[in-house]
DNA sequence: GTAGGGTTAG
């Protein structure tokens, strides 16, 4: 008896289907429409449509949405908009559903123009389709128009879900909207939501509020990985990188795992810190996601910037698939590590084998030009770049341009780039031929590009540094005073310098006329025995870098206390002799330090590695990268 | 049927 019934149980679906077939003969199409779909079969379905069209026969709402399915997975544009014809035509009133189906398909295909004229058309529009075009608005950066589609749908009086904020949180601009909206979020109970929080948290970062986007992750009860990363990104975005890090060792603490996301800030952290040995052991962790584009290029960018260029070559000609980052990142880091000739090189080689050149990649080629004094071969890039690539020169190109001629000496030349821009100098222009003007010596100049910048910004501490260092070079002791006084009066001080050094996973900060590090005696001893020893060989300290005028003794004592030479000393008090010194400092080192840098490296036969604001010298046999030309 | 986090310069 068993087996019988279990047999007839085998058998009802086959009645049940012989029976309803019978009864309603009309659905056998839509049944054979339905598995078409799901073998993928686009073609015969299609068919099949078109004589359910003829006959007025309609399929259910699952079959339509696997119709459209199948056409999504085949790209197929002119099929899907067949299928919105039939579901019209044949009669019967379609459900929101299905033509929030087809609204679905629009948008995943781009078409939201097509899009909106259905949603328009909508007898009845329910969350989803509000959702569903507010998404769209955002993916597609039309930001005002999502959040105007927000109002409107409250008008109508439906209630947005979690979907609908965590859409429109990526559409809005100002924070006063932003309030609004966390208010509203709060005021229906979605703010554990973990989409809503980690949108939330994003767009509080995006908008410069970090401490909000950290109450909005401190508070919550819920959480996942991708809250974990949008809280870790916004500080690794924001170069807050030690609260980066800190956060990635609580997120990994209480048991989430890093994925590909999380890794990427991780790394971004560990080169705003020029944190290579941390670095290194984020690597290990990446290999598991090799092929992610992202954070390769990220891993690339961390090696470049934190000067082990051996590590980043090998990573660049090891990636399977490589973007115009990529090859940007790479020139560029050639570039700033003073391998320009190996950074063009590669530019040639970009042009026949890799992408096309964007406007950070021609930034990267013009920074290796003026980097090496290739005054016709940066001319010739900036000309191309609008006639080969379109790309109009920005400010930045500009920049580097007038860096290019400053530093070849070519002031007047940089005086007529900058009438001729295309844009306003700005404060940045101006230093750049302030800083010009010091290298050779044109005090006239000096002076005008110096309150140029002061008319800008009045508070600019750098354009009376410099303008203080050009007087005091030309021993103008009265102007210098002067420079001075007007620095007292408004409260201006000089950046102190300021030198880091990674020694046993710790960072020691060297900051001039700090006395505070516990072996600052034993430093600073080491430190005269090897001046006198480089004397004796010959070192003449450079006083041409010194703020106060000060005279002999007293100037080269203020020179010798420079936070990166105390910061090389304790390097090679601290490493053996085969350890790269690896120094990060926070303003450009100077011609004192450069010399010293180059001379100790060469006795103490070390390999020195010095990072500043913009470049990086590699110090090795009594050499710099830079080719002392900085 | 609708949703969240990551890369190059400055």
Redesign the pocket.
Known sequence: MKSVSKHLQLLRPTWSYFFSSLASPSNEPASRLLNLCYQRDLPRAMSLLDGMEKRGIRADA?TY?EL??CCLAHQAVTQGRRIHHHIFSTGYPP???V???L??MY??FNLLEEAHTLFDEMPER???????M???Y??AKLNYRAMRLLVFMFREGVMP???????V??ACERMCHLKQLHSCILKVG?ES???????L??VY??LGELMEALNVFREMVT????????I???F??HSDGDEALYLYKSMRRVGFL????????V??AC?SLSLLELGRQVHVHVLK?DQ???????LL?MY??CGSLEDAKFIFNRMAKK???????MI??LA?NGLSMEALNLFEFMKVQGPKP????I??VL?ACSHAGLVNEGWNYFQSMKNIYGIDP???HY??MLDLLGRAGKLDDMVKLIHKMNCKPDV?TWRTLLDACRAHQNVDLATYAAKEILKLDSQDTGAYVLLSNIYANSKRWNDVAEVRRAMRVKGIRKEPGCSWIEVNKKIHAFILGDKSHPQIAEINGQLNQFISKLTGAGYVPDTNFVLQDLEGEQREDSLRHHSEKLAIVFGIMSFPREKTIRIWKNLKICGDCHIFAKLIAKLEQRYIVIRD??RYHHFRDGVCSCGDYW
């Open positions: 699952i949405s459209i399915k459900q929101t559903f033509i929030n189906t609204l679905n948008v995943k329910n969350v989803v389709s509000w959702t569903t507010i998404s769209a955002s993916n879900n979690m979907f609908t904020f965590s859409s949180l990526r979605l939501d973990v989409f809503v929080r980690s949108a948290i994003d970062s995006k959480a996942d990985s991708v809250v974990w990363s949008s870790i990104g916004a690794a975005q890093a994925d590909q996301s999380t890794l990427t800030s790394l971004r080169t996601f992610d584009l992202i954070l390769s290029n990220a960018d470049c910037k973007d115009v980052i990529s090859w940007s990142t560029a880091g700033q964007n406007y950070i990649t930034l990267g920074f920005g400010r930045e920049g580097c940045v604001p913009i």
